[in-house]
């Protein structure tokens, strides 16, 4: 089963570093964000490090994203979305295979981010940086968790880029606000533990629930 | 087909009763169906009647909402993921990653069957089908031909008790169709079970097989449609 989930995966992850699809548009995307914040807020020190949460997590969350948008682009083509469905492996395991790959992606995006953001906006959190990646991949478990479902759902739909940011923005409020305090807390040392509690549940609960609502959403 | 003294084979396919319907549109209604080891039931009907839906629910892509389905004796409603491991459908699409090269694709299919084949045996299903000489380029640039021998090489591997196939002769030329055929009644002989969607009487008729009529979702046991005559010589 896990090997099943781990392919699937690995086809997305390798089919990507082939195509240079979805993770330069994600690269792309998120300098152009934080190039354009950086240029609209001109921040000094003091300034940046407390903008620094919510830059981050807006930029998150806008390459997730983008990121969303294409999980299930490979599988339109030739039918291979219904191959999958087709092999003989639950649907919660297909389904944390494309999360996983997709997981993937966005996390490595974010690695390549977080030291740009600190040079773009002269900010020193090295030290911390174990930490933000921490909450970061935390917040990534669920955004992408949630957003695999969404990004099943409206695969066929006309306008899917923009019914997927529609559904997933307010769904995932909880976590990106509890995401952003937590790093708060982090930089300027207040209350972090509490916050993190609260991504755990919200990951543990759309990581519970996504897989079963696949299954049924795939059944014809 | 089996002599009439030989055992009875066992059945792979008994489908009883099966209804399907899209909408209002009852598109198979109360269709029986039972399919032996080494049989090749051929479906023949215009477009339109179902045929494809019918593979379709045989692949349990399609839910079976009424009526029963065995597969090798287990019931597919209760054992969807199972049932699903004795079977390989190949329909209209080919289910191939362009961005993956013909021992790569099938090495993911096996990997999502739990068959743990070596490379020297994806590398011999893929000379198997004619690509030895393409087997480490992306299948993007496949022909639709190229792209159908990929899809039977899954065959191969997985040596399934039950092959589903949609229009099996399209995109092939002549050498093809002459290769899938052998291949067929290589499978047929090992004791596979075939269901064939086909518009290709001509094709068909080297296969020892049984024809049967789907019209309006009904389906009977009928003769093939009258082959095409040869063309007269220039």
Known sequence: ??????????????????????????????????????????????????????????????TTLVGLGRVFQAEEEDGAFEGLLL?????????????LGNLLLTLLVELMILPLTMVLFNVDV???????????????????GLGTLLAAMTQGARSRETLLALLLLPLTAPL???????????????EVTPWIRLMVIFDVIYLALTPWAFGWLVEE | MPSEDSPQPTEVVSLTGAHHRFGRQHVLKGVDLTVRRGECVVLYGSNGSGKSTLLALLSTRYALRQGSYLLDGMDTARHGDETRDRLVFIGHHTHLYGHLTPVENLRFFADLRNLSPSEARLREAVAEVGLARVADKPSRWFSAGMRKRLA????????????????PYSALDAQGVAWLNAMLIRYQEQGGAVVMASHDP??????????????RGILTPAPPPPRHEEPPPC
């Not at chain 1, 990106?176 to 207040?190: D, K, N, P, R, Y």
């Not at chain 2, 094709?203 to 049984?210: F, I, N, S």
């Open chain 1, 126 to 144: 090295w030290r911390q940086a174990g930490e933000i990646l921490g909450i970061l991949t935390l917040g990534t478990v669920g955004l992408t």
């Open chain 2, 202 to 215: 001509d094709r068909v008729a080297v296969l020892r097989h049984l024809p049967h009529h789907l019209d």
């Open chain 1, 1 to 62: 089963m896990l090997k099943a989930a781990y392919r699937i995966a690995w086809k997305d992850v390798a089919g990507d570093f082939r195509r240079r699809a979805t993770l330069s548009s994600m690269l792309f995307f998120a300098i152009s964000v934080l190039v354009v914040f950086q240029a609209a807020f001109e921040p000094d020190r003091k300034e940046a490090l407390r903008l620094l949460p919510g830059l981050l997590w807006a930029t998150t969350l806008f």
């Open chain 1, 87 to 99: 092999a003989s492996v639950p649907r919660g395991v297909i389904f944390f295979g494309k999360w």
């Open chain 1, 176 to 190: 990106l606000i509890a995401g952003v305090q937590a790093m708060a807390g982090i930089l300027t040392g207040g």
């Open chain 2, 152 to 167: 039977l090489a899954r065959m191969l591997l997985a040596n399934p008790s039950l092959l589903l196939l949609d229009e």
